[in-house]
């Protein structure tokens, strides 16, 4: 009896220090946790896009929580390695039947550490056009011109040639009119740098481009490049459609429509 005692006091005091130990890293592991993700977030804070923020933030936690658990099961006797094991074949088997979202998933870290672009910004990417709405983890969202939503995989965003409208501070915009071969060279372009002069919304530099570009079949035509503030393109290429229209019926110009010159070889016998 004596020695059923002894052993029982034995193994209660031996797992009632293990207990008292698991209970000290469980509470003094919570604590480093928290202490950690605060540094964590102060030192990230603005950095990032906040849905990277808070992802690193959650990740970080989740991955400290296991930690803590193995070291406690660690602590109390328990067999931790078989719980590795297991811990790491379930990682793969879920690997494996998600990767398309974990594509996509790798896309949106590093969509939102480089940056290439920002919520707000006009993109062109994967065959789609619109601005930029949301980058969450998975999926790009835009707005297009004719106001769609489109959600984009992130996974074919980071992996296609992105093209930024708003990255500079300044966009080009380049059109072309023709004339009729009959018409004065400089008259047209004395009347094209009066409209792009008249127009407020067009910068003085870069300095606009005003020169012919080319003999074509049946006009002259003229190429017209100006620089604007990249929210006012559209606005200026429509104006100076209209304007440059308006000042060439003023100015007498010819429109040039496509002609075709027939000749009769009159010693070609029917």
Not at 80 to 87: C, R
Not at 122 to 147: C, F, Q, R
Not at 154 to 171: L, M
Request: aromatic content about 10%.
């Amino acid at each position: 009896m004596d020695q059923i005692s002894t052993a029982a006091s034995s193994i209660l005091a031996n797992y009632g220090m293990k207990f008292l130990l698991a209970v000290i890293l469980l509470v003094v592991g919570l604590w480093v946790i928290k202490f950690i993700l605060k540094l964590l977030e102060k030192n990230i804070q603005g950095k990032f896009e906040r849905t990277l923020t808070g992802f690193l933030i959650s990740i970080t936690r989740a991955i400290l929580m296991i930690l803590l658990f193995i070291s406690i099961a660690s602590t109390i006797g328990l067999e931790v390695t078989s719980f590795v094991a297991v811990l790491g074949a379930a990682s793969f088997a879920v690997g494996f039947a998600l990767q398309g979202s974990l594509a996509n998933f790798a896309g949106g870290v590093l969509l939102l550490i480089f940056r290439p672009f920002t919520a707000g910004d006009m993109i062109e990417v994967a065959g789609h056009k619109g601005k930029v709405m949301e980058i969450e983890i998975l999926y790009t969202i835009l707005i297009s011109p004719d106001n769609k939503k489109i959600y984009l995989p992130n996974g074919n965003v980071a992996t296609n040639s992105i093209t930024n409208y708003s990255a500079v501070d300044k966009r080009r915009v380049d059109l072309n009119f023709g004339v009729g071969y009959d018409d004065d060279i400089q008259d047209v372009k004395r009347v094209l740098n009066e409209v792009v002069k008249a127009h407020e919304l067009i910068m003085d530099e870069p300095a606009p481009t005003i020169r012919l570009a080319e003999h074509a079949g049946s006009s002259l035509n003229f190429d017209v490049k100006v620089f604007v503030k990249p929210a006012d393109y559209w606005s200026v290429y429509y104006d100076l459609h209209e304007q440059v229209k308006e000042e060439f019926d003023k100015a007498g110009f010819n429109i040039p429509y496509p002609q075709m010159d027939i000749h009769f070889d009159e010693g070609v016998k029917k």
